[in-house]
């Protein structure tokens, strides 16, 4: 199985603070990808890197990528209350299904 | 939005109960899947149909019955469910050569009494 995990399970930070979550998988990937869940509702895309990518941005948001640990990380920079949610990585192998995490819980503190 | 919809939102049914979910995406894609997402567990895929020919099922229980007629809607009908069978529901939908690139739904909350 190349079943993503979270770390932390859960995060609450200041609002305005930087917020950092990893994620690790255990076999070869091909992408890596973070969502986000607002709660009791659907994944909205955040991010897609490929494995020859070592980082991405995309406006607040940064994603690195360690294939030799198997690891991905997201940054959320200036955090706002809105980006309250639990936050999904799922990373695949070739056209193999998508293999999801079980979330970090971000909250952040007005 | 991303593009899919669900209907509904939230589903109460006994066990004896016969009901569907049902979602729609118009975004062109050509595979659409329906997740089962319970506390504190993964998603877990349950079906996933691609140009609307079931290319998978995760040995999901027969209580379970998707139905794919054409690529735009895709139908998860129930019957005769379990308590643990409550769980938040969700369709995804992927473009041609890309499975991978998934677009949610908002997802079904549903609820077995």
């Known amino acids: 199985s190349q079943q993503g995990e979270e770390d932390p399970q859960a995060l609450s930070i200041q609002e305005g603070e930087n917020a950092t979550m990893n994620c690790s998988y255990k076999?070869?990937?091909?992408?890596l990808q973070w969502y986000r869940q607002n709660s009791g509702r659907g994944l909205v895309h955040l991010i897609l890197?490929?494995?020859?990518?070592r980082e991405k941005h995309s406006g607040r948001l940064r994603v690195t990528l360690d294939t030799s640990k198997k690891s991905s990380s997201l940054l959320i920079t200036a955090s706002r209350a809105a980006d309250t949610a639990s936050y999904f990585c799922a990373s695949n192998f070739g056209n193999e299904k998508l293999t999801f995490g079980t979330g970090t819980r971000l909250t952040i503190i007005p | 939005e991303t593009g899919v919809t669900q209907t509904p939102r939230h589903l109460v049914m006994g066990m004896t109960n016969k009901k569907s979910l049902k979602c729609e995406q118009h975004l062109g894609h050509n595979a659409m899947y329906w997740y089962k997402q319970s506390a504190k567990k993964p998603l877990e895929l349950m079906f996933v149909y691609s140009l609307e020919e079931r290319v998978e099922n995760n040995s999901v229980p027969s209580r379970f019955s998707p139905e794919c007629p054409n690529s735009s809607h895709l139908f998860l009908h129930l019957h005769t469910l379990q308590p643990e069978d409550s769980a938040l529901y969700l369709c995804a939908s992927s473009p041609p050569g890309h499975p991978y690139e998934q677009y949610f739904g908002p997802g079904t909350r549903l609820t077995v009494t």
């Open positions: 076999t070869s990937i091909n992408n």
């Open positions: 890197i490929r494995s020859n990518e």
